[in-house]
Structures are given as C-alpha cells and as structure tokens.
Nanobody
Framework: QFQVAESGGGLVQPGGSLILSCTISGDVFSATSMAWYRQAPGKEREFVAEVTWSGDNTDYAESVKGRFTISRDNAKNTMTLQMNSLKYEDTAVYYC??????????WGQGTQVTVSS
C-alpha cells in the first residue's frame, strides 16, 4: 500500500500565508482524490478542500473559498494547499486524506497551523 505525510505547518500572523504539502510514498498507482481536512480544538474534523487524482477538478469549503488553493503534482505524487489571508479561525491541525478505490482512505498524522499575532 502507501503512506501519507503532511508538512509545512507553523505559526503565522493573521493575514499571512502558508503552504502545506502532502506527500505519498509507496505504490499508490491511481487513487480517486486527495483532500485536506482540519480539526480545531474541541471541534470535529471538517472538510477544507479536495482535488481529483487527475488534478482537473477541485472543491472547497465555503469558509476557505477565495483564500485557499489546492493543487496536485502528478509526477511527484504530492499535493499542496496554498493558504492566503489566514484568519484566527483557520487555526487547526490539518490532515491530508488520499481516497483510493481499493485500499480505502489513507490519512496522514496531521500538521499544526496556528494563526496568532
């Protein structure tokens, strides 16, 4: 199967930008999609953005539309989330999920994003 790992989290001021990366290692062949979810303290995990395996289609939560951009690098089996105009409420642990038609959903361990002045 394959493994998923996130990177790029950190501390950023409100209005700032951050780029998260998700890297797949192992034999993934063709998955269905890759997505970002996040979980803030005391809250349930929520959907942030998704991109199809081909990279042709994307979807975003209303709360991040216009501020976040998801993209895939097919050759490198990576996905990035460009986060701009960050707000306090974007503070959360961000998780990468790879949806595979045979092996099911694979999640990374998460990366912390903290928006604070």
């Amino acid at each position: 199967q394959f493994q998923v790992a996130e990177s790029g989290g950190g501390l950023v001021q409100p209005g700032g930008s951050l780029i998260l990366s998700c890297t797949i290692s192992g034999d993934v062949f063709s998955a269905t999609s890759m997505a970002w979810y996040r979980q803030a303290p005391g809250k349930e995990r929520e959907f942030v953005a998704e991109v199809t395996w081909s990279g042709d289609n994307t979807d975003y939560a209303e709360s991040v539309k216009g501020r976040f951009t998801i993209s895939r690098d097919n050759a490198k089996n990576t996905m990035t989330l460009q986060m701009n105009s960050l707000k306090y409420e974007d503070t959360a642990v961000y998780y990468c999920k790879v949806a595979h038609p045979i092996f099911g959903d694979h999640w990374g361990q998460g990366t912390q994003v903290t928006v604070s002045s």
